[in-house]
């Protein structure tokens, strides 16, 4: 810390009543508006909401990136006591990378991909500071070594692409912290990350804030990944501040009904179906342009809203010193939404229902493989000859699952979750293996397989905004299944699809809509009533709700349940989101690189004896509860790669339990592990006996409850 | 509760999207853009020139008047004539009407659709199947389709027209078929690309899902998607084809004269520049120019509005 001591005081940045608004061709849109924080050395100011709720906005008005149509109308932002508004954009250039520096979303964007890794960050220091090359180059190494990056010596000489994500975004904060910067401003930087990786990333923000003393601000739409990382927290709705204060008295007590909506539409890790129920938030974040200027601006939404909410924008209310929301009832909310407080789910539950179906069984994997070829640009393989590699992205995989169940499947990106389906629909060849569906083959692939087949399997996809045709209505996007596979007569098709979108709460008069006019929930929906129509037994559903905003999510996975149990259809349901899985399924397959590692009832896997994988992968998931003890089991290294997969059992370069086993595990690196089958109807493919593994504690305390 | 999402999604009155609707949608787009408009009415005096042209001119486009060759413009003749005393005004806009309005096939026997227009659209189609089968199928599929195209691609478009023209032999069909010719490879080039991006996107899933045939995939999932590269890559190679129908004719590989040709005009009038009456020669010059120049703008204003929609 050189000038830092500078300042008398231990705030770094204050933004007071700041004010953004952008300019359009229909005048001034308001952007930001009335938000006011503090942020303290060595301290982490988290900003949440939902996607358009203003959080990057205030992240680029402190360092005036907010384009040519952007302009901060009022309100000050204070950096170290001097005042950042009005400021050219010279004298900012001084303080962006030296005193203030920004993470971004996506490392791969955020270096330049044709120069040496070493180059760029070396630039940081001599761009700002009269630094000799070679005492940069030194300075940069033990920065790398601090950001625990391994061979770091070689890492600075190599290209961005040919290190992973992790490494990147490890690489960007590294870049970030070289100046020792006051102020370091984290825009989603572990959004795009797998969530082991983003684990330990958080770990290292957590170490370096101490170690460095900066100031932190940490915009994520994650309500766990904010728990884990915060001392202080606010919410953003609307381009306001709705609520402020300290993290773990948000958490505890929430006073506005945004933030309550947002803790209740997220699953807490362990908590089932059965269990619990999700509160969606209904409606959506409304675009700058639309915002009530004499309202509250979340009474559109809200569901306690009363005459009183209407007259006037609500100014804040102090709860107690430090903690203030932005509603005329946040000290009696309590008594106007109970919705926290009764979570919990009083009704019978339907899973008897569900596991009278359970003897009969609808698809089962025996011993699938899905390799791809790889394709080398050497001569050789150009003219067929010499060796063919294979990346095995499915490789061994057994599995049954019964009618009206629901098969959740999880595993880091890369694990072969999503080719495992696409073997199932028919979209990739299957190698080897056996996979019947109903008791008929189902090797083949989609287009050599009978009609029947295929209107008896159908997917939800992933990203709404290429889900749907654009070029089309919705209304016939759902009618083409229906005339395709003849699930109503020609007359009736235009009512079942209204049957349709009624089932998927949504109006007739979307019928006519085109996918551009629909917001991405929306859109998803219409995704489901697509897969819907052609009354499939079995839907597969390849991370249906983590492109969605939370609040939608909510909406998106209660009317999924709903749908299983009115029209009783089987589901596979991917995600990597451990909370939601957990919450969707009945069984759960954990899988890596190609193999599954761990299946069983879902509550069995969420509880010891655990695979080692499994345990470090819950370990990992982000908590949205700031007081729960949560195990600290990290992974070293990368996945490796699935064209090379390590020998014995392929979790053996990062498995973090080989120390249980005798000679460190030597076992592992020879052998392939054997199934073992605990007494809850779960199997762990592990070289560890059981009885070894059931003496590994639970990872979160709250997930033994719920189960 | 799950129905709370769409409860406050504000219901705005529509009518159904119809044919006005989607006219207009794309028209406002268009008059937001200077260019586009200029180009726009450029090309409609000539459209409708073309069309109307038996009504704008007391002459035939091969009435001879012996007793005034190689006039200025006069009251009589307000483009002047040419040097067999053709009225000029009267072949400029039957010319126009070969390019833009009617294909004739023989004597008696025409097409509506200009000569320059079927030579895109023909081309368009071909080109539009080839580049979705390449873009969609890949592999050896795309591979030689792809280089077949780049040798025609290889081969200099003028000496490839005069190839084909000279093999052949000059008439309004041969003059499409060439353009076809020639335009198809870059046409095809196109679509591929646009079809290799389109193809990954969720919903082609969802109909590979659904088992739907390739073709039906190719033609109705993707190509809709397309189209609007596609609609302002045609407007400018009708611009081209325009420039190629002049190239032939002026080189007299075009239309066969006596029709009205601006190409075979050119060439004609030519000859007479020196000497005094530079009429003939420059008047389909300034047609050609301002027809092609006017289908560039309406392309280029068009294709800057639609991106800045996106």
Request: glycine share 8%.
């Amino acid at each position: 810390m050189q000038d830092s001591s500078a300042s008398t005081s231990n705030t770094v940045l204050e933004v007071e009543n700041l004010q953004i608004s952008y300019e359009t061709r229909k005048g001034d849109v308001e952007a930001i508006q009335g938000v006011s924080f503090k942020v303290g050395e060595a301290e982490t100011v988290g900003l949440v909401g939902e996607s358009g709720c203003g959080k990057s906005t205030i992240a680029f008005g402190i360092v005036n990136f907010l384009g040519s149509n952007g302009k901060i109308v009022g309100g000050s932002i204070r950096f170290q006591g001097k005042e950042l508004v009005g400021r050219s954009q010279e004298e900012l250039k001084e303080l962006r990378g030296d005193r203030i520096s920004m993470v971004f979303q996506d490392p791969m964007q955020a270096l330049n991909p044709s120069v040496q890794l070493g180059e760029q960050l070396a630039e940081v220091l001599t761009c700002h500071k009269d630094i000799s090359q070679k005492e940069a180059w030194e300075r940069c190494i033990q920065m790398l070594k601090r950001v625990n990056m391994p061979d770091v010596e070689n890492v600075m000489i190599r290209y961005p692409h040919q290190i992973s994500g992790g490494q990147q975004q490890r690489i960007v904060i590294a870049m970030a912290m070289l100046n020792n910067p006051a102020l370091i401003i984290m825009d989603e930087p572990t959004t795009a990350l797998d969530v082991t990786v983003e684990a330990a990333v958080l770990d290292l923000l957590e170490e370096l804030k101490h170690d460095f003393n900066a100031a932190n601000i940490f915009i994520t739409h994650n309500l766990g990944v904010v728990a884990r990382v915060s001392d202080y927290l606010c919410v953003m709705y609307a381009g306001q501040m709705v609520e402020s204060g300290p993290i773990k008295d948000i958490f505890r007590n929430p006073r506005h009904p945004y933030t309550r909506g947002l803790l209740a539409c997220v699953p807490r890790l362990g908590e089932s179906k059965e269990s619990s129920v999700l509160h969606p938030i209904r409606g959506r974040v409304p675009p700058p342009a639309e915002r009530s200027k004499t309202e509250c601006i979340f009474a559109p939404r809200c569901e306690f809203v009363t005459e009183d909410c209407r007259k006037a924008r609500p100014g804040f209310t102090e709860i107690i010193p430090g903690h203030t929301a932005r509603c005329i009832y946040a000290l009696d909310i309590e008594d106007h939404s109970p919705a926290v407080k009764k979570r919990r789910k009083a009704k019978e539950g339907p899973a008897p229902v569900q596991t009278e179906a359970l003897s009969e069984e609808l698809i089962s994997f025996d011993k699938l493989k899905v390799y791809y070829p790889t394709e080398s640009n050497s001569l050789v393989s150009l003219l067929g000859l010499g060796e063919k590699k294979y990346v095995k992205a499915v490789d061994d995989v057994s599995l049954r699952v019964a009618k009206g169940r629901t098969l959740g499947v999880v595993g880091e990106s890369g694990c072969g979750k999503s080719t495992l389906v696409k073997g199932l629909i028919g979209l990739e060849a299957v190698t080897g293996g056996d996979l019947e569906f109903m008791g008929f083959d189902a090797t083949q692939r989609v287009t050599s397989r009978d009609t029947k087949m295929i209107k008896e399997m159908q997917m939800v996809f992933q990203n709404p905004d290429s889900t749907l045709n654009p070029s089309y209505t919705v209304g016939s996007q759902i009618a083409r299944p229906i005339k395709r596979f003849k699930t109503a007569p020609r007359g009736e098709v235009k009512n079942e699809v209204i049957k349709l979108l009624k089932a998927v709460r949504l109006p007739p008069t979307y019928y006519d809509r085109l996918p551009r006019q629909l917001s991405g929930g929306e859109k998803q929906r219409v995704g489901i009533a697509r897969a819907l129509a052609s009354r499939p037994d079995l839907i597969v559903c390849d991370e249906p709700v983590s492109a969605l905003d939370v609040s939608v999510q909510a909406a998106v996975i209660n009317l999924l349940l709903e749908i299983q149990q009115v029209f009783g259809s089987s589901m596979i349901f991917i995600a990597h989101d451990l909370s939601v899985v957990r919450y969707f399924s009945d069984d759960i397959a954990v899988m890596y690189l190609g193999h599954v590692v761990e299946i069983g009832p879902a509550d069995a896997i969420y509880m010891p004896p655990y695979h080692p994988y499994t345990e470090a992968l819950l370990s990992a998931v982000p908590v949205p509860d700031p007081e729960v003890a949560q195990k600290e089991l990290r992974l070293s290294g990368n996945v490796p790669s699935a064209l090379d997969p390590p020998s014995g059992c392929v979790f053996h370069t990062r498995c973090p339990r080989r120390n249980m086993l005798s000679e460190d595990g030597n076992i592992c690196e020879t052998e392939r592990p054997p199934w073992r089958d605990s007494a809850r109807g779960h199997r762990i493919l592990c070289h560890i006996p059981l009885k070894e593994l059931e003496k590994v504690e639970a990872v979160v305390s709250s997930a033994s409850a719920a189960a | 509760m799950a129905t709370a999402e769409q409860a406050t999604v504000p219901i705005t009155i529509e009518a159904k999207p119809g044919i006005f609707r989607r006219l207009w949608a794309g028209l406002s787009i268009l008059f937001a853009s200077k260019i586009a408009v200029v180009g726009l009415v450029l090309v409609l005096f000539w459209v409708f020139v073309a069309i109307f042209a038996p009504l704008l001119t007391p002459y035939t486009p091969l009435e001879q008047d012996w007793k005034a060759p190689n006039q200025g413009p006069s009251r009589a003749h307000i483009l002047g004539t040419d040097e067999l005393g053709r009225d000029l005004w009267a072949r400029m806009i039957y010319g126009a009407r070969v390019v833009l309005v009617i294909l004739p096939i023989s004597e008696n026997f025409w097409l509506p659709g200009g000569t320059a227009i079927w030579g895109v659209i023909v081309a368009l189609i071909i080109g539009a199947a080839l580049g979705l089968m390449g873009g969609y199928y890949g592999g050896w599929i795309d591979e030689i389709i792809m280089r077949l195209l780049d040798a025609m691609m290889a081969i200099p478009i003028i000496l490839l027209y005069m190839i084909i023209m000279a093999a052949l032999g000059a008439s309004a069909f041969n003059v499409v078929l060439a353009m076809t010719i020639v335009g198809t490879p870059g046409i095809a080039r196109l679509v591929r690309s646009l079809t290799m991006d389109i193809r990954t996107r969720e919903y082609i899933r969802a109909a590979e899902t659904r088992g739907e045939s390739p073709w039906f995939i190719m033609f109705v999932e993707i190509l809709p998607n397309a189209r609007g590269p596609i609609i302002i890559d045609a407007m400018l190679r009708v611009g081209y084809a325009i420039f190629a129908m002049g190239t032939l004719g002026f080189l007299g590989l075009g239309i066969p004269p006596p029709s009205p040709d601006w190409g075979s005009m050119v060439a004609k009038g030519r000859e007479f520049i020196l000497s005094g009456s530079p009429w003939a020669c420059l008047w389909p010059c300034v047609a050609i120019a301002t027809l092609v120049v006017g289908l560039n703008l309406l392309a280029d204003g068009l294709r800057e509005e639609s991106m800045r929609y996106q």
